[in-house]
């Protein structure tokens, strides 16, 4: 097994998403629970550019297939920021630019 921290952009993580493969494991993963409030203040943060914790995905090839990927951390983030994407919620009275899209980073590459 080999194990290799790598950045991924915004846009990678989102069209993961999208595509169904980002796999939740129930086993280990809680329900979503973050209220707007707590989704606001992430975006803020990076939009701030704080850093945020990582956010750990495995790809599990032998069970999934290849190109899915199970959330081990992370999974309230990942959902705050594409709820920000699809424009669930504002930040400052603004709605996320899909022109934007491309600039932002989960953490430096």
């Known amino acids: 097994m ?3 921290p790598r950045g991924m952009t915004v846009t990678e993580a989102y069209r993961l998403y999208r595509s169904d493969n980002l796999l939740v494991n129930r086993k280990y993963q809680r329900k979503l629970i ?3 409030e707590e989704k ?4 803020g943060s990076i939009l701030k550019g704080y850093p945020i914790p990582l956010i750990l995905l495995a790809e599990r090839p032998q069970i999934h ?3 899915k990927y199970e959330i081990i951390d992370g999974m309230q983030r990942l959902n705050a920021i594409c709820c920000f994407i699809e424009n669930f919620f504002e930040f400052e009275g603004k709605y996320f ?3 934007e899209l491309g600039a932002c980073h989960f953490c430096d590459e």
Request: proline share 0%; no cysteine.
């Open 2 to 4: 080999s194990i290799v």
């Open 34 to 36: 973050w209220s707007v």
């Open 40 to 43: 606001v203040k992430l975006i």
């Open 65 to 67: 297939g290849n190109g």
């Open 97 to 99: 630019d899909l022109n």
